[in-house]
């Protein structure tokens, strides 16, 4: 670990950010270039003191998992976030890191959607991130560790994460999950994290291999959809998915029309965030 070179990395990629880089308001004028070590640390779930001693040269090393973190608040591109690795004396990101890194670009675009849901998928259908409509909508994200932080096996192994659509949908919903991780599996291949989890759910769900079997491929890039909300009710939004180059990831936005029964309803979810009504 190279803690002159990580303290000096981190200082310099801090200093060239601003606020309105990730989405933080502008505010007063401030003394100093960059990002706050505290509005770093916010970001990268992090306590300030553990991120201010390794700034100052003193702190434990970081592990993947607070390196990843790091790389995403930092907005680092796949090269730094490589060299964040090395410097800190930790190998080369694992393919698990590599996968759930977010674009910077999809991030630069979803700091800026501060009024209607936006989340960043993977191509498993895992959240990478949202912002707090979206989690106000499809609940936090981070809970889910293991397979379960795809969405796609979610939807086959646990009933409740049907709620959250009409029953008369369901069925389109399934055949529409395959058809985009059988995408996936055929531009990674059979050992890669898209093969894994093909395995596991044939071997789990017999609905999914079933549907597996159909050999049907797509990808999403735009739909119209009812979901439920559990205070809420039924919220009809248009969906709208922006992909990155490598198709890897894509950045999901939902909206509906100004002045329409789901556009009040959705900045209600902005107010409400993950409170629920009193069921009094």
Not at 46 to 66: A, F, V
Not at 103 to 115: F, I, K, S, W
Not at 152 to 159: E, G, K, L, N
Not at 202 to 230: C, G, M, N, Q, T
Request: with cysteine; hydrophobic share 35%; charged share 30%.
């Amino acid at each position: 670990m190279d803690r002159e070179e990580l303290a000096a990395f981190l200082r310099r990629r801090r200093e060239e950010l601003r606020p309105e880089d990730v989405g933080l308001p502008v505010g007063a004028r401030r003394r100093a270039p960059g990002l706050r070590r505290e509005e770093v640390a916010a970001l990268a779930a992090m306590s300030t003191d553990y991120y201010t001693r390794l700034e100052q040269q003193r702190g434990p090393q970081p592990s993947e998992q607070m390196l990843a973190a790091l790389a995403r608040a930092l907005r680092l591109t796949d090269d730094e976030r490589d060299y964040l690795f090395r410097v800190s004396g930790r190998n080369a990101p694992s393919p698990q890191v590599t996968a759930t890194h977010v674009a910077p670009a999809l991030q630069r675009v979803l700091d800026r959607l501060d009024d209607t849901p936006a989340l960043i998928l993977s191509n498993l259908g895992e959240v990478l991130v949202q912002n707090r409509f979206a989690e106000a909508l499809y609940g936090d994200s981070s809970r889910f560790t293991g397979h379960a932080r795809s969405g796609v096996y979610r939807w086959f192994t646990d009933p409740d994460e049907r709620l959250i659509y009409p029953e008369h949908d369901r069925d389109r919903q399934s055949r529409t999950q395959v058809a985009n991780l059988r995408a996936a599996y055929a531009s990674t291949g059979p050992k890669s994290r898209a093969g894994e989890l093909v395995r596991v759910l044939r071997r789990e769900s017999a609905e999914f291999a079933e549907l597996w079997e159909r050999h049907e491929v797509s990808k999403r890039y735009e739909d119209h959809k009812v979901l439920i909300h559990p205070q809420l009710g039924e919220i009809e939004v248009d969906c709208q998915a922006l992909f990155t180059e490598d198709q890897s990831q894509a950045l999901l936005v939902l909206t509906a029309p100004p002045r329409s029964e789901a556009f009040d309803k959705i900045q209600l979810l902005g107010v409400l965030g993950t409170e629920k009504f009193s069921s009094a």
